[in-house]
């Protein structure tokens, strides 16, 4: 595809439910980041991931929440038994290269987001 | 504590006017300063960059002012147009490993 797609763009959940939001990258982009954005805030981090190993989790805000790439492509966020205060834009950003190094761009390709509101 | 302070929080500013948006950080070891501009309901889209070894850099009407001394930079944006109308975050990574985003700027162009 052109860009980074995310599904479902808008997802309404009862407190307690579990929820996943997927995220399909620029094809052949390595790296992948998924950020949570609450309203009228900037985006912040919450994993990593090159290809298919989690390299930095540090963002994750509970065990919770939990994160996949099995095979370096397609990537799921996944949140157990939501809770109120999960209610966000859930933004997946793909990058064309590894970004360790002195040659990277720093570009960020985002996808639309995903909009999960908790009830 | 946040990496990276953002100011203002909104800017309203009639058309042909300059937008100027400020940031600051603490992390001395950041090494790329990237400018994110998002519309409403859409992703953040990259608006233009700076390394810390480079002063300015400007690309159109968008200029990034760097000082590294003072440990701020800032978006100008010239001739601003109401199609510039959007919000713009500041952002900070070290190797590119996890960016550190400001919180927000939404600049409003007035025909």
């Known amino acids: 595809g052109a860009g980074v797609s995310q599904s479902p763009r808008y997802k309404v959940a009862k407190r307690g439910q579990d929820v996943a939001l997927r995220c399909d990258p620029i094809s052949g982009h390595v790296s992948l980041f998924w950020y949570q954005q609450a309203l009228g805030q900037g985006p912040e981090f919450l994993t990593y991931?090159?290809?298919?190993?989690?390299?930095?989790k540090s963002g994750l805000p509970s065990d919770r929440f939990f994160a996949e790439r099995p095979e370096g492509s397609v990537s799921t966020l996944k949140i157990q038994r939501t809770q109120q205060e999960d209610s966000a834009v859930y933004l997946c950003?793909?990058?064309?290269?590894?970004?360790?190094?002195?040659?990277?761009?720093?570009?960020?390709?985002f996808g639309e987001g995903s909009r999960l509101t908790v009830l | 504590q946040q990496q990276v302070k953002q100011s203002p929080q909104s800017l309203i500013v009639q058309k042909g006017g300059i937008s100027i948006i400020n940031c600051a950080y603490e992390n001395t070891a950041f090494d790329y300063f990237p400018w994110y501009q998002q519309f409403p309901g859409k992703g953040p889209a990259l608006l233009i960059a700076i390394r810390p070894d480079v002063s300015e850099k400007k690309e159109g009407r968008f200029t990034i002012s760097f000082n590294k001394s003072a440990k701020q930079f800032s978006l100008h944006i010239m001739d601003s147009q109401p199609g510039d109308s959007a919000t713009y975050f500041c952002a900070a990574t070290f190797l590119g490993n996890q960016f550190y985003f400001g919180t927000g700027t939404s600049l409003t162009v007035i025909p």
């Open positions: 950003a793909s990058s064309p290269r590894y970004l360790a190094g002195t040659d990277y761009t720093g570009e960020l390709f």
């Open positions: 991931f090159q290809n298919e190993a989690q390299l930095d």
